[in-house]
T-cell receptor
Framework: EAGVAQSPRYKIIEKRQSVAFWCNPI?????LYWYQQILGQGPKLLIQ????????DSQLPKDRFSAERLKGVDSTLKIQPAKLEDSAVYLC????????????FGPGTRLTVT | DQQVKQNSPSLSVQEGRISILNCDYT??????FLWYKKYPAEGPTFLIS?????DKNEDGRFTVFLNKSAKHLSLHIVPSQPGDSAVYFC???????????FGTGTSLTVIP
């Protein structure tokens, strides 16, 4: 079974620029999550999708962050414009249907904003 | 507001000995807990979980203990191996299991 794929793995941009991250979850996983992990902290949920609908985006800074999951499979997370404090690893995770709460994480995208 | 806390940023243990990683939480509604292991440049991988209806769950060398009255859980690794060297995160969820709150992680080093 292929794991969660993310790209790019690394990105360096200047503040006020835009950036987009892509995630392909494990096949059949209806639930998809985007997390932000700042250095020295645990992952923080930004947004959760169930198929192509948003379940929870309460911690997504909607003035600059947006996310979509077209057709309930791949997802993109965009930041526009980026700020210095957005420097972090952005993790995508997916979860299979059913009782298990286990989330499968991708390798993450390390974003550096200069 | 950090609802899940891992107060020890790092831990060093000799190979073969027991590693004990601790996690505290503040939200009494949390009813499901997970431990993840993370190697550098990789995403976290699931290790073991426990529901609030249990106080212990064991999987091979890994055992998680839950003390609901103290709002405390711990992960025991016995015996510790050098390959266990990684950052360990605990995570907790209430009711639906949808949003998990993560701790800040504990970096475990197992010394050969």
């Amino acid at each position: 079974e292929a794991g969660v794929a993310q790209s790019p793995r690394y990105k360096i941009i200047e503040k006020r620029q835009s950036v987009a991250f892509w995630c392909n979850p494990i096949s059949g996983h209806a639930t998809l999550y985007w997390y932000q992990q700042i250095l020295g902290q645990g992952p923080k949920l930004l947004i959760q999708f169930q198929n192509n609908g948003v379940v929870d985006d309460s911690q997504l800074p909607k003035d600059r962050f947006s996310a979509e999951r077209l057709k309930g499979v791949d997802s993109t997370l965009k930041i526009q414009p980026a700020k210095l404090e957005d420097s972090a690893v952005y993790l995508c995770a997916s979860r299979s249907p059913g009782f298990s709460y286990e989330q499968y994480f991708g390798p993450g995208t390390r974003l550096t904003v200069t | 507001d950090q609802q899940v806390k891992q107060n020890s940023p790092s831990l060093s243990v000799q190979e073969g000995r027991i590693s004990i990683l601790n996690c505290d939480y503040t939200n009494s509604m949390f009813d499901y807990f997970l431990w993840y292991k993370k190697y550098p440049a990789e995403g976290p991988t699931f290790l073991i979980s426990i529901s609030s209806i249990k106080d212990k769950n064991e999987d091979g060398r890994f055992t998680v203990f839950l003390n609901k009255s103290a709002k405390h859980l711990s992960l025991h690794i016995v015996p510790s191996q050098p390959g266990d060297s990684a950052v360990y995160f605990c995570a907790a969820s209430a009711n639906t299991g949808n949003q998990f709150y993560f701790g800040t992680g504990t970096s475990l080093t197992v010394i050969p």
